[in-house]
Each structure stands twice: as structure tokens, then as C-alpha cells.
């Protein structure tokens, strides 16, 4: 059964502060990894990565994928207060079309 | 649309009822899911559909769950004889490609509440 651990499940940091959220994932023939934001209901999409060592950025947010120890990073430099919110983290494997989702990392930045 | 639509946007039901979820995707998008998120958790795969087409359907609880798509855009998740289990959001997400390079974009789900 594909897994998805995330880490913390909760974090508090100050305005401006550096935050890297964790994501260590088993999937059977993996295809993809995923990174959302979610505030209030709808997860809106970060990055997909499929290969490893490539970072994405975009902004302030970056991410990163290592498929030999099966893990992802997702780095946020200058935190505000407007990237308060879950982060979720899903991976896709190949002949499947469904995600498989952590639990999400609640980030909480304070002024 | 400009964005995946649902609703209601807030569902009460008394234990045993049934209820209907709507779901408008984008228009055009080809793939459809549902996810269930319960209080605390990451979103769960309930089913998919390619078009009017029900590829995928492993994860739907129980005989009580239900999803259609009959003309390939506007899909309904029916849940029969609510439980209080079943409380959640239930959340739908579209795409135009079956695998798009890009994720997939959710709708701002419908939160059930089974009392």
C-alpha cells in the first residue's frame, strides 16, 4: 500500500523565517510527487516533480525530490503571513490515477 | 467556468439520509476525481472518471457511495443511509489531460456533517 509521511504536522514561525517542510513517501513504481497549499478547503498546486535532484521554484517556495531515499522538501524563505496554511504532499504512482496523500504539514506564520 | 465548482457548499444530515454532491469541473477537463478529507487527515481517493467513464471506483467506502458522470462533465457522488463516519469534506478536482503535468484543480468541497 503507497504511504506518505509528512513532517512536522505543525509548525510556528515568526515573519521572515526560513521553513523547510518534509515529505518521505513508499509507492509502488512511483510516477510523480506533488506538492499542494491548502487554506480553508480547496488545495491549490504547488509543484510536480518526477525526477530527482531537479529543483522547482517558484517565487519564495522551493522544492525538491531525492527518488534513492524517497523524500521531498519544501523550502519557504521569507515566510508572511499570507503562507499560513496546509501543505500537502501526494505522490502518483504509474498505471494509477489516484493521489495518495499525507496528512500535511499546518504552517503557521505569526507577524 | 473560471474554477471547479461545488455544492452545496454545506450539507447537514440527519443519520439514514441520503444526500447528492455536485461537482461542475472546468469546462473541457477530461479526468474527474473525488476525494474525501476527513477532520485532521490528508484527502482519500473515493473514485475517477475519464469523461463519462467510471475508470476507477476502488475507493469508495462501501455500497453506500455512489458516483456518476453520465454526459462527461456535471458529476454527482451520491452517499445512501448517511453514517456519522461519513462526515467530511468531500472535495472534487479536474483536469483536461488524464495526466496533466501540472496537478490537478480542486473544487472548495462540500462539507457534510452527518448528525
Known amino acids: 500500500e503507497d504511504k506518505v509521511v509528512q513532517s512536522p504536522l505543525s509548525l510556528v514561525v515568526h515573519e521572515g523565517d526560513t521553513v523547510t517542510l518534509n515529505c518521505s513517501y513508499e509507492?509502488?513504481?512511483?510516477?510523480?510527487l506533488l506538492w499542494y497549499k491548502q487554506e480553508k478547503k480547496a488545495p491549490t498546486f504547488l509543484f510536480m516533480l518526477t525526477s530527482s535532484g531537479i529543483e522547482k521554484k517558484s517565487g519564495r517556495l522551493s522544492s525538491i525530490l531525492d527518488k534513492k531515499e524517497l523524500f521531498s522538501i519544501l523550502n519557504i524563505t521569507a515566510t508572511q503571513t499570507g503562507d499560513s496554511a496546509i501543505y500537502l504532499c501526494?505522490?502518483?504512482?504509474?498505471?494509477?490515477?489516484?493521489?495518495?496523500f499525507g496528512k500535511g504539514t499546518k504552517l503557521s506564520v505569526i507577524p | 467556468g473560471a474554477g471547479v465548482s461545488q455544492s452545496p457548499r454545506y450539507k447537514v444530515a440527519k443519520r439514514g439520509q441520503d444526500v447528492a454532491l455536485r461537482c461542475d469541473p472546468i469546462s473541457g477537463h477530461v479526468s474527474l476525481f473525488w476525494y474525501q478529507q476527513a477532520l485532521g487527515q490528508g484527502p482519500e481517493f473515493l473514485t475517477y472518471?475519464?469523461?463519462?467513464?467510471?475508470?476507477?471506483k476502488s475507493g469508495l467506502p462501501s455500497d453506500r457511495f455512489f458516483a456518476e458522470r453520465p454526459e462527461g462533465s456535471v458529476s454527482t457522488l451520491k452517499i445512501q443511509r448517511t453514517q456519522q463516519e461519513d462526515s467530511a469534506v468531500y472535495l472534487c478536482a479536474s483536469s483536461r489531460q488524464p495526466r496533466p503535468n501540472y496537478g490537478y484543480t480542486f473544487g472548495s468541497g462540500t462539507r457534510l456533517t452527518v448528525v
Open positions: 501526494a505522490v502518483e504512482a504509474a498505471g494509477s490515477y489516484q493521489l495518495t
Open positions: 509507492v509502488t513504481n512511483f510516477r510523480s
Open positions: 472518471f475519464q469523461n463519462e467513464a467510471q475508470l476507477d
